[in-house]
């Protein structure tokens, strides 16, 4: 089980974008996926998540707080071989109620979370981790040996990653990493004017600890177009550029690991 959390602390990096179209890809491929709704926004869940799913089903927020009840929570989403933990904006208020409750180890909810997957047989577990620097995000961190963190070459991307950096090495120090995860950045919503493909890889490569991704997904409309179509973009436009991308995506990470 490959478990590979999205983060960038910027918003608006395509992490959201890349959990629905790259698991959807690796699906394709034949391994067995699962994403989880890591975020209280819960965007993944309103792009691939099913509308006759029951309203009372337990979504990740009864889990964060219970994680016994992990494999309860695995549904089916609307991309087939695509299994989903669904999201709620609950997840909020969950994460605080752990902070005021003196929590044993609130850095290790999704460890034991994604240690209840294991028997599952799952190939990928993609975790669509949110914006910032908080709880959650450390959760992520923590979790796995290696981090997807879909990058923009413009300055505010790159922060992103610094600041990434600084959370692990923040961690390190207070013994909650052993060892530095694998940042795996790739270019995401590169623009066809920008030279972004190759200034990604030089700035990448004076970053310690990162490790650039050949692939590129440059912004394509039917990516955005199929989030609000509710599919992923194999479904909505599988000849697109953008589904192209994401497979070639699928394609190098799954080579990778
Ligand atoms: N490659 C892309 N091309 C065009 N639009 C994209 C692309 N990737 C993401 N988007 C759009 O950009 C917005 C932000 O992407 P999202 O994946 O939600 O970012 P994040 O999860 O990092 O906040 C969404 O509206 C999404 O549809
Ligand atoms: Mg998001």
Known sequence: M??????????????????????????????????????PQANLTT????????????????????????TEAVSQSVASGVDLIYGSTALAEAERQILVANHSAPGLILTRILKRLEPLGYDYVLVDSPNGDGQLVRNALIAAPELLVPLQTEYAGMEGLGILRRLVHELVEQDALQERPKMLVFAAMVDERTRSGRSLKELALQIPGTSPLRSVVHRNAPIHDAYGAKQTVFDYARSSRGATEYAALAEEIDHDG
Do not use: M
Request: hydrophobic share 40%; net charge positive; proline share 6%.
């Open 2 to 39: 490959r478990v590979l959390p999205i983060c960038n602390r910027k918003g608006g990096v395509g992490k959201t974008a890349t959990a629905a179209n790259l698991g959807h890809a690796l699906a394709l491929r034949g391994r067995r996926v699962l994403v989880i709704d890591w975020d």
């Open 47 to 70: 792009h691939i998540g099913r509308d006759d799913r029951p309203e009372d089903a337990p979504t990740i927020a009864d889990v964060f707080l219970a994680p016994s009840r992990t």
